[in-house]
């Protein structure tokens, strides 16, 4: 089993401890294992048990379950569980703003055993008969089970990627051709993907059955001849806004996308890009400039080690980071309201500041910057007083508490964080999670040129679930001149490569190596730290 499958397990297991009204102090234990766990990509393959009771935050219990799974691929209390637990009521617990002890009610007390009676109870105005439910949550968990909905059958990118690159790869050995390509939404790099499409150049007859696909995402696998390839490739990857854009677009025989492009006058367009926005009137112009790669980022700004919620030492952070050829590190850790995440008080602070001083004489030339991730209050105050938040080279200002907001609150909230003088970056602006939770409403415009105002950075956070700030708002920050820092918001030393997926919609966006922050080089971003201090 992965890291993942066990903390999803651990999550469960907990979950209905407490719907079955077992003990608070073992449930509260299992649940925190998981969430250490679900935030890293540790790998616990091979494990004794003696090293998996020496992991920071499982204890000897918690190690014996993970031990447990590893071996059988199975839990003897979860499985005891799930046998007496409808299934329906089990899936209920994945609606947001319910948590155990309120499915336990709605089961106990209406005898609801699944999410569509859960609806149809809404609609009927049930929920309100019982304790702790007003016409507020009822209407609340009836938002969260449409978005719940409406979700169903879709992945994140980045959970479907390697299975895709791997089934192509397959393909061609198959059928004996280089000729095989992801096309469609996989190939433009969407951060939601509802089906993996695959075009092959083969006369012969296909079908998915052969294919294993243990993440249950809908393949579809489309032909055509050899000298049709780059024709149909071209025209399978756009969206139809794209195509529709192209005047006079008809099939044509070619040998390579960019002989297409250039037979109706056009700048050759990536196919992150095709998604019938503005590109077409930009490349009839030559107007599209060179995106961001990957390679030109130089440093890895807002991540997290074990001084607050993260899996790895400052020091492990840093060597690794160093080994993947960065020039530097920021570390942000949770400022102290993040108590959840064991966020810092002033004394520890204090402590890691020491410990960077030592690690930066030992690493050198590469260097750790003194950052922190500083909640952003209810009030749109930062964490701390002054004379701590001066200690920090940056800031990344988050919201992480009382998410519900209106778009008024949360835009001024947000917007008396950026007036700060101390946030450097705003981090990810609307503290979505793709496919779990929509974020709160914000005006992305005020917010934008508030950071224009205020030479405030905008976080494009690259963790797969959030790639937040939408891409989609990227060309008006380019516009507003406001630079985006591409930042992983990494929990442990994997986390750093999702940069990649950072990359990949920072793309989509047309994000320029000029315009990104963390492509300046180890000086160029300390002299910008001091000046922005100064």
Partial sequence: ????????????????????????????????????????????????????????????????????????????????????????????????????????????????????????????????????????????????????????????????????????????????????????????????????????????????????????????????????????????????????????????????????????????????????????????????????????????????STYSDGMNTLKEMAEYCKDLGYEYLGICDHSQSAFYAEGLKPDRVLAQHEEIEILNKKLAPFKIFKGIESDILNDGNLDYSEEVLKSFDFIVASVHSNLKMTEEKATARLLKAIENPYTTILGHPTGRLLLSRPGYPIDHKKIIDACAANGVIIELNAHPYRLDIDWRWIPYCLERGVKISINPDAHEKSGYHDMYYGTCVARKGMLTKEMCFNTLSLNEIETYFKGRKG
């Fill in 1 to 304: 089993m992965t890291t993942e499958e066990i903390a999803h397990a651990l999550k469960l297991t907990a979950q209905l401890m407490e719907l079955h009204e077992e003990n608070p102090f073992k449930i509260k234990s299992i649940a925190n294992a998981a969430y250490k766990l679900d935030k890293t990509d540790i790998d616990l393959q091979g494990k004794s048990l003696e090293e998996l009771e020496k992991i920071e935050g499982i204890g000897k219990g918690i190690a014996a379950k993970i031990n447990e799974l590893l071996l059988t691929e199975n839990l003897k209390e979860l499985t005891e569980m799930v046998a007496k637990t409808p299934i329906g009521v089990i899936e209920m617990l994945r609606i947001k703003g319910i948590g155990p002890k309120k499915v336990g009610q709605l089961w106990r007390e209406l005898e609801i055993e699944s999410i569509g009676e859960l609806l149809y109870a809404c609609n009927e105005n049930r929920l309100l008969t019982l304790k702790g439910f007003g016409a507020k949550t009822q209407a609340a968990v009836k938002t969260q089970i449409e978005f719940f909905k409406s979700n169903i059958g879709k992945f994140h990118y980045a959970s479907v990627e390697k299975f895709a690159i791997d089934l192509v790869e397959f393909l061609k050995k198959k059928y004996k051709t280089d000729l095989v390509s992801l096309t469609g939404a996989m190939r433009r790099k969407c951060d939601i993907i509802e089906k993996i499409e695959i075009l092959i150049a083969s006369d012969a007859t296909l079908s998915v059955e052969e294919v294993e696909n243990t993440k249950e995402v809908k393949v579809e696998l489309i032909t055509c001849s050899q000298n049709e390839f780059y024709s149909k490739l071209f025209e399978t990857t756009a969206t139809e806004k794209h195509l529709e854009k192209i005047s006079n677009f008809k099939f044509q025989i070619a040998g390579s996308e960019q002989e297409i492009y250039k037979s109706y006058n056009l700048q050759f367009i990536e196919p992150e890009l095709r998604e019938g926005l503005n590109e077409i009137e930009l490349a009839k112009e030559n107007k599209i400039p060179k995106l961001i790669e990957l390679e030109d980022l130089k440093g890895i700004l807002h991540n997290h």
